[in-house]
């Protein structure tokens, strides 16, 4: 199947420090990519749909100014946590569309953010 | 709302049973259909995808759709300890994507 990469895996930082997480499409094109929150023994929760060159789209209840998400290429989507409190500690997961295709979704290897 | 449902269980089966994991969806526009798995700690991978009424076989999985009672199912066969995880099924549309909230499998040694 196609590969999703995440990076970093996991990732400490500090309260009040931002963090970026990257996770890119390696041998497909991918026009949409979503981010997605899971909390220990919780389901996944979408945050937003990205799409490449436009802004993304938020669920409701995400605040879009905290989760910065930038889809600048067809391989490449961000999410920037900024000013990470603790309870933003938390897995997070990207997938990734594959285009063209039947809307088949692969997912990154997930990241791990620890917020101290 | 589009809306796709699953029992979050735990579904306890003993090696060597079959496993039947089940979904409904909400959407009669959904055109494809998914299922993951997810182990603790890891991220969803991809199992089957199936698109047409009837069965999809894949190795010791097979999947069943009946689009006219908006139903997806999953069976494992020959069941493993390393099948426990958490089931994700999703349904798709011309640009959505709707996942349910998984059922967790328990197979027993």
Redesign the interface.
């Known amino acids: 199947?196609a590969v999703v990469s995440?990076h970093p895996s996991w990732v400490i930082c500090k309260s009040g420090t931002s963090v970026k997480i990257e996770c890119r499409s390696l041998d497909f094109q991918a026009t949409t990519m979503?981010w997605y929150r899971q909390f220990p023994k919780q389901?996944?929760m979408?945050m937003a749909t990205s799409n490449e060159g436009s802004k993304a789209t938020y669920e409701q209840g995400v605040e879009k100014d905290k989760f910065l998400i930038n889809h600048a290429s067809l391989t490449l989507s961000t999410l920037t946590v900024t000013s990470a409190h603790p309870e933003d500690s938390s897995?997070y997961?990207c997938?990734a569309?594959q285009t063209p295709g039947?809307?088949?979704?692969?997912?990154?290897?997930?990241s791990w953010l620890t917020v101290v | 709302q589009k809306e796709v449902e699953q029992n979050s269980g735990p579904l306890s089966v003993p090696e060597g049973a079959i496993a039947s994991l089940n979904c409904t969806y909400s959407d009669r526009g959904s055109?494809?259909f998914?299922w993951?798995r997810q182990y603790s700690?890891?991220?969803?991978?991809?199992i089957m995808?199936i698109?047409s009424n009837g069965d999809k076989e894949d190795g010791r999985f097979t999947a069943q759709l009946n689009k006219a009672s908006q139903y997806v199912s999953l069976l494992i066969r020959d069941s493993q300890p390393s099948d426990s995880a958490t089931y994700?099924c999703?349904a798709?549309g011309y640009s959505t994507?709707t996942?349910g909230?998984?059922t967790m499998l328990l197979v027993s040694p």
């Open positions: 199947g995440q979503f389901s996944l979408l897995f997961i997938s569309k039947r809307n088949t979704i692969y997912f990154g290897e997930g | 055109q494809s998914f993951y700690g890891k991220s969803p991978e991809l995808f698109y994700l999703a798709s994507l996942f909230k998984g």
